[in-house]
């Protein structure tokens, strides 16, 4: 990279970071009376999930223990980035001061991804202008799920486009409000560059392990993912050597991929046998279905390239051996989204990258390479604008989830003063899943993957708030709940007069919200 390259990198990374922290800025400035800013403008569940573990983190945890349930854990090696960052911060204003460091933490983070991205697509794309258009487009590109809402369809064959709610399908999601996936993402192109260079330089094998380690503290697919594309790309050489008859550049490869894998396969290991064996985490990865939508959608999001990719991987089989890399990944896309796994829509994590860069390359070999990406930019940007333009219409129009209640802030900052923290606090769904993000308590329920056993307990959670007093404080019990939370969202699963029943004492009455400690005969 030259010093302009640079200059432009930082340039760009400076406009990302100014445009989208703009919205939050908005939502923060509101001062709309009865309203406070949750911190998050899209995917609000997961954000308080964030904020709930960098507080466990600021109250002393090393290891990721989930506030939303009342099972019991052992703790695990996850989430490692946000319990550190809770380190970082300590009363008064704890909730306002975490919301701010995840920011910050997105803010750091974007110039470390646009670097990535540019270094990863400079390896293999030698025009500057094409360099710059591949970065930019897996910042802020998208694909042509725009076209769905533009004739009136929200939905198609079940399903959003992924443009609008899939961070590892495309960047600008990620880019927006999800700090631990642009990292990782920049971490990993960072060690398949390193990977690539390890044929010749043997050191760099180790140096992509270490970096590789990082990635899976911070998302431990996206670490095996390395591993997949690495294999890949050894196979496909493995078939070049085959037809020409010389297998020594191949095991040079094979050395480059076990030093890149030597290193972080201990880790990797360790993971995936915890979250096996551990009764809670492996209840905890049934329940986190993520599944791929039809396959139409793929091609709805990535097909805008196929004039370019035809070009782009006619001219790679030609070049060096290293930029078949790119041919492998993208060639792993079926693969990856059927897998057979819960998360499936998880595992093309970052292919936009490899697919946007064979497309630079595939530009190049057009006439008028300047007008071809000036015309996709009109295909690959609606997306995102229609996403920013969307962030800014929230932030301006407070109202849930985005925004909470005063009164509803406020009964939580008591909580956080008065109730012992770890505490278990029996609320509905949508209050448990933002109450452990401002007071250090447990919850029965309130998030999707992370409370176990939520088709049964959810139903059971609904049902005490309106069924007679009889033997739910025995339920209570059982369960081991010590406080009960009565709020707007209880209030709407039906009628009910909490204290009437015996085993409740009445901590905190304001504003029509009552917290009650659990009094067992």
Known sequence: MSQKERRWCWLFALMLVALTSLPYL??????NPGWVFSG??????DGHSYIAKMLSGSAGAWLFRTP??????????????????????????IHTKLVVLFHLFRVAAIPVLVFALYRFTAYFVTSIRGRRWATAMAAVGGGLGWLLPLIGKTTWLNSLPLDFYSPETFGFLAVLGLPHLILARALFLEALLLYMKAREQPRKGWLAGILLICVALLQPLTALLAFAVMGAHVLVLAGRASVHRDWKPWLQWVRAAASSAVLPLP????????????????????????PSPHWLHYVLAFGALAPLLWKGAKVLLRRREADLLLLAWGALLPVLAYAPVTVQRRMPEGIWVALLTIAAIGVAEFAK????????LFLLLPSSLLLYAGSIQTALHPAAPTFLPEAQAASYAWAADNIPAGSVVLTSYRTGNSLPAFAPVQVVVGHGPESVNLDRLLPAVEAWYTDGNGVLCAWLQEEGVEYVYDGPYEQELGQHDLSARDCLRV???????????????
Not at 26 to 31: D, E, N, P, R, S
Not at 40 to 45: A, C, I, S, T, Y
Not at 507 to 521: Q, S
């Open 507 to 521: 901590r905190y009455d304001v504003d029509g919200i009552l917290l009650y400690e659990v009094v067992h005969p």
């Open 267 to 290: 880790l990797l290991a360790f993971l995936t046998i915890s979250f096996m064996r551990d009764p809670f985490l492996s209840a905890w990865t049934a329940q986190n279905q993520l």
């Open 369 to 376: 390479a300047r007008l071809v990406r000036r015309a996709y």
């Open 40 to 45: 998050f403008l899209f995917g609000v569940e």
């Open 68 to 93: 939303y349930t009342s099972a019991p854990q052992a703790g695990a090696v996850a989430f490692l980035p946000y319990l550190l960052l809770g380190k970082l911060v300590e009363p008064p204003a």
């Open 26 to 31: 908005l939502a923060a400035k509101q001062g």
